[in-house]
């Protein structure tokens, strides 16, 4: 009984202890946000003046100058020197054809918690861009795709 015992303990440390050599990760939660023209998403720190500011830059297109991607992230057993994040976008300019863009960023893990990167479109190509219509966040690790969330439209 007692060496069945030991050997289920091993066989369960073995088989951990093979799978946590892959990588995995998640995007927990995206949030796109209008920049104002002074290039602010909020103008105080309360989550109800943000969303009521967000709904103004909404309605009002002439007061924004981009468009920021807020990315709340987590990986384990990744290396941090090839993680990145990548913003797909798909918009359409007035009077013109739909547009894809991307948008790439290299992110470092800093400790065991979710971590929060930010992605910002502005300037010109904020303007040449045209209305965004839809979009998808995906975490990579090099080449291998870790974890994607996207908007309802894509």
Do not use: C, N
Request: hydrophobic share 40%.
């Amino acid at each position: 009984m007692r060496g069945s015992l030991t050997l289920s303990i091993l066989f369960t440390l073995l088989v951990s202890t093979l799978a946590a050599g892959a990588a995995t990760g998640r995007v927990i939660k995206v949030l796109p946000q209008f920049l104002d023209l002074k290039g602010q998403h909020t103008l105080s720190p309360s989550l109800y003046e943000r969303d009521a500011y967000q709904a103004q830059l909404r309605t009002h297109p002439e007061q924004r100058s981009g468009l920021r991607f807020a990315v709340q992230w987590k990986t384990k057993h990744a290396p941090a020197a090839q993680l990145k994040l990548r913003v797909e976008l798909r918009g359409v300019p007035k009077g013109k054809l739909p547009r894809q863009l991307t948008l790439e960023q290299p992110v470092t893990r800093k400790g065991w918690f979710s971590q929060w990167s930010a992605i910002a479109l502005t300037g010109a190509d904020y303007r040449q861009f045209g209305e965004m219509t839809a979009w998808r966040v995906t975490l990579w690790d090099g080449d291998q795709l870790l974890s994607e969330q996207r908007s309802f439209l894509w």
